[in-house]
């Protein structure tokens, strides 16, 4: 069902970078910006990265994101133990009726 | 400040129907879209469709068409996503999020479909 392709799972220790890349096609992150979110386990997501790199009020500047072309890409830098989450890249598609399309997810693990 | 507030759990039998609201305060509610996203036991999100708060558009994803019907109630601010023909693969966690970056999520109601 996804059409945008994660890393099922990154980790690191504290303090390491952790990235995590999304790739897609033409007809989404090709066209339109991609967004970030976290899920914790056992809650809803939250808006992580919006616009490709722009950060939401209240989100560290540990969290950065790029895009290029038709992949992305979600940096966490300082990773902490609270990191440990699922990570989801999403962008509308042109293509699916103006779908938007999420990222198959990405675990990831502070050892 | 910006709030969801879905209602609660449902369990259902394979070819009912649900009805899930989405209450929303501290915005707005005609100026931004609600879509709703689902995600099954274990998996990933998955988009469900949209709806425009302001004159009541909707665009739902391929895959449910005929199956989902999404609206919105202008004078309580709720949003609404019913659900027909359940089937046993429509178990899952359905969120209702503000568009256009879904920036805010509602808490989540988990819909259970079992014989």
């Known amino acids: 069902q996804s059409v945008l392709t994660q890393p099922p799972s990154a980790s690191g220790t504290p303090g390491q970078r952790v990235t995590i890349s999304c790739s897609g096609s033409s007809s989404n992150i090709g066209s339109n910006t991609v967004n970030w979110y976290q899920q914790l386990p056992g809650t809803a997501p939250k808006l992580l990265i919006y616009?490709?790199?722009q950060r939401p009020s209240g989100v560290p500047d540990r969290f950065s994101g790029s895009k290029s072309g038709t992949s992305a890409s979600l940096a966490i830098s300082g990773l902490q133990s609270e990191d440990e989450a699922d990570y989801y890249c999403a962008a509308w598609d042109d293509s699916l009726n103006a779908s938007y399309v999420f990222g198959t997810g990405t675990k990831v693990t502070v050892l | 400040q910006v709030q969801l507030v879905q209602s609660g759990a449902e369990v259902k039998k394979p070819g009912a129907s649900v009805k899930v609201s989405c209450k929303a305060s501290g915005y707005t509610f005609t100026s931004y879209g609600i879509s709703w996203v689902r995600q099954a036991p274990g998996q990933g999100l998955e988009w469900m469709g949209w709806i425009s708060a302001y004159n009541g558009n909707t665009n739902y994803a391929q895959k449910l068409q005929g199956r989902v019907t999404m609206t919105t109630d202008t004078s309580t601010s709720t949003a609404y996503m019913e659900l027909r023909s359940l089937r046993s693969d429509d178990t899952a966690v359905y969120y209702c999020a503000r568009a256009y970056y879904f920036d805010y999520w509602g808490q989540g109601t988990l819909v259970t479909v079992s014989s």
């Open positions: 616009s490709n790199n």
